[in-house]
């Protein structure tokens, strides 16, 4: 089909889609975007969301992604996040866990400026990994 | 005399017994794990591949790219990151490497960055400087501590601590082969070779957001940290063959040496009944 480009998910744990979807949306590290089918040649690093892709049948499936870059070349679109996780795989109560695990910590004040950064990060990623797996 | 070096000779048997025992045990562990391993290996491989072409492309077809990862650095000095095993008795994995490593950096300037106990070890026996020992651990380094080390690096490299980075690991080859093998990591010289640029003429035009730097910035970190977890996962199903191997021959030697003792033990055994019997013979005809 004209209106379907062909999407690549690469992981360091191997290989987490492949296959052609019709819209690709996703946050990248300067806000969301979505690609379309011959989208410009295209290049961006990923930030931290949750993403959407509208399969070939027109059906969503959504996961958290984190990091990583995408590229667009040629109607052929590689996202290699450093994580990606299909929402039905997210282990909500390990997410919740971990964000009340960080939100007590930073309610501490001794928190070295590293520390804190580090805890905020982890409590990013639990949001995320949350309000993707509602969807 | 005879009873006595028989019984020397049981207490060995006994003794290589046991010692097989750990062997053979060791090899069953390092088999069962190895196929563990191996896969998480060969799954990592397929994101380094697709993540090298795409900088490779931006490098390629970018005309104006100023990163301070692709300019070779002005500081002679290089950084190693050694990636050895936890653990001993696994044939030469870890000599191996130390020796292939040694010849690596032979008449340079350097520090370390070891991962593995071994390698930690080794290096502060030899007084290397040490750039952190914090990743004394190899089987329980994370994707993410593996984050953390390559941001920790491009930092080092960007303030100029260093002017290389190289990695020295222990390559996969089969279960019966593994290859010390070390190779650059920064700078990313090899990604504007002119020779890989076959088309010049058809330049793709690129939209990069925000900024083709900025997109390559935030991409060489999380390369390196792609890199670093594939040649950990690598190097730990070399060090699991390697052991194998090791406990396989430690296993056959002790099965051959009880064989050797078996019969030595059977042939004074023998020899005492014979010499008793003509004991026996020899008083019973004396008297």
Redesign the interface.
């Known amino acids: 089909m004209a209106n379907t480009f062909h999407l ?1 998910i ?6 987490a889609y492949e296959g052609d979807v019709q819209r690709l949306m996703f946050r ?3 806000g969301d975007l979505a690609i379309l089918a011959r989208h ?6 990923v930030g931290m969301g949750t993403a959407h892709v509208i399969m070939e049948d027109g059906s969503e499936r959504t996961a958290a992604c984190i ?3 995408c ?1 667009m ?2 109607n052929e679109c ?1 996202l ?1 996040p ?1 994580t990606w996780e299909w929402s039905e795989d997210i282990d909500v109560e390990r997410a919740e866990a971990a964000k009340a695990r960080a939100e007590s910590k930073l309610r501490e004040d001794k928190l070295s400026e590293e520390a804190r950064l580090l805890t905020e990060a982890k409590l990013y990623r639990a949001l995320v990994r949350i309000g993707s797996a509602r969807h | 005399m005879a009873a006595a070096n028989m019984k020397a000779v049981k207490l060995r048997i006994k003794s290589v017994q046991n010692t097989m025992q750990i062997t053979k045990a060791m090899q069953l562990v390092a088999a069962s794990k190895l196929r563990k391993a191996k896969d998480k290996a060969m ?2 491989k ?2 380094l591949r ?2 090298k072409r ?1 900088l490779t ?2 490098a390629n077809e970018n005309t104006d790219f100023q990163s301070p990862f692709t300019k070779p650095g002005t500081n002679p000095k290089r950084l190693f990151i050694v990636i050895a095993g936890d653990r001993g008795l696994a044939g030469g994995y870890n000599a191996n490497l130390f020796k292939f490593t040694e010849k690596e950096m032979e008449g340079q300037d350097y520090a370390v960055l070891p991962i593995g106990k071994k390698a930690v070890e080794y290096f502060r026996h030899r007084n290397a400087e040490i750039f952190t020992d914090e990743y004394a651990e190899v089987a329980v380094v994370t ?1 993410s501590e593996c ?1 953390r080390i390559a941001k920790s690096v491009c930092e080092a490299y960007e303030a100029g601590k260093f002017g290389h980075v190289s990695m020295c690991y222990t390559n996969f080859v089969s279960m019966m082969s593994q290859v010390p093998k070390s190779s650059a990591l920064l700078p990313l010289s090899d990604f504007e070779n002119p020779e890989e640029d076959q088309e010049p003429a058809v330049k ?7 900024s ?1 730097e ?2 390559f910035n ?2 060489v970190p ?1 390369y390196l ?2 890199i670093l ?2 040649s950990i996962n690598v190097s730990v199903a070399s060090e699991l063959a390697a052991r194998r191997t090791a406990m396989e021959a430690a296993t056959d030697n002790a099965s051959e040496m009880i064989e050797n003792l078996s019969l030595f033990y059977n042939r004074a055994r023998q020899a005492s009944i014979t010499q008793e019997i003509t004991e026996i013979v020899a008083g019973a005809e004396g008297a």
């Open positions: 690549k690469v992981t360091v744990d191997g290989l990248s590290t300067h410009i040649n295209y290049c961006t690093a990091g990583g870059m590229s070349m040629d590689h290699l450093t | 799954q990592s397929p994101y697709t993540m795409t492309t931006i994707i984050f793709n035009l690129i939209l990069y957001e925000p083709g900025e997109v935030t991409i999380e940290a792609g977890y594939t």
